[in-house]
């Protein structure tokens, strides 16, 4: 039987068995707050990268997983997947698409990579105005578009992240949550 427990001590993460971080808000906010709870980015490395208990990171808990961020200023994530996020507003909008791309978008998941063919061309809900620019696409398990084709599920070794909400993606989404707290 599966036990869903939120933790309020970086040292608690010892006892779970997979860690799933989600996260709404500023890349630049997050990483701030994260330094202020003591030993909490020290506890998730030690687990994650030592331990290696699978980890599932949501959204801005995607974003947090690249080397920098440049949401309200240059500022450094946890680096456990290389790369950089970037504001979709930097690339030009020839669609005017409207930013912060929110709503459902479908998944195209790359030709090869260890991620189920039903959650292929699957509508999953974003919301975000910042994209994982990967810089290794062996990392890189699916993409969505909009503005251009984005990392939406990315993956290396234990680490698995998705730039869309699971949660809020209807049964779609409960079966993304089910299959990574089965790996």
């Known amino acids: 039987s599966l036990s869903i427990k939120i933790y309020k ?15 709404v808000g500023a890349f630049n906010d997050a990483m701030i707050s994260m330094a202020a709870k ?9 687990e994650v990268l030592s331990n290696k208990k699978p980890f599932l990171g949501i959204c801005l808990g995607m974003q947090i997983l690249a080397d920098y961020g440049y949401e ?3 500022t450094r994530g946890l680096g456990w997947i290389s ?9 030009g909008n020839p669609h005017s698409l409207k930013i912060p791309h929110m709503g459902w978008n479908d998944t195209d998941n790359v030709a090869g990579k260890k991620v189920p063919k039903k959650f292929n061309h699957k509508d999953f809900y974003f919301v975000h105005s910042y994209y994982f620019d990967c810089k ?18 990315i993956s290396k ?7 869309f909400h699971p949660e809020k993606s209807g049964k779609m989404g409960q079966e993304f949550l089910k299959y990574f707290l089965t790996k």
């Open 9 to 23: 001590k970086p040292d608690d993460l010892r006892w779970a068995s997979h860690i799933i971080l989600p996260g």
């Open 38 to 46: 003591p030993n909490l980015i020290s506890s998730l490395g030690e």
């Open 72 to 74: 309200v200023k240059k």
């Open 83 to 91: 790369g950089e996020i970037r504001p979709f507003a930097e690339l």
């Open 136 to 153: 290794n696409s062996e990392d890189v398990l699916s993409y969505a578009n909009y503005i251009i084709n984005f990392p939406d599920i």
């Open 157 to 163: 070794d234990n680490i698995m992240a998705t730039q």
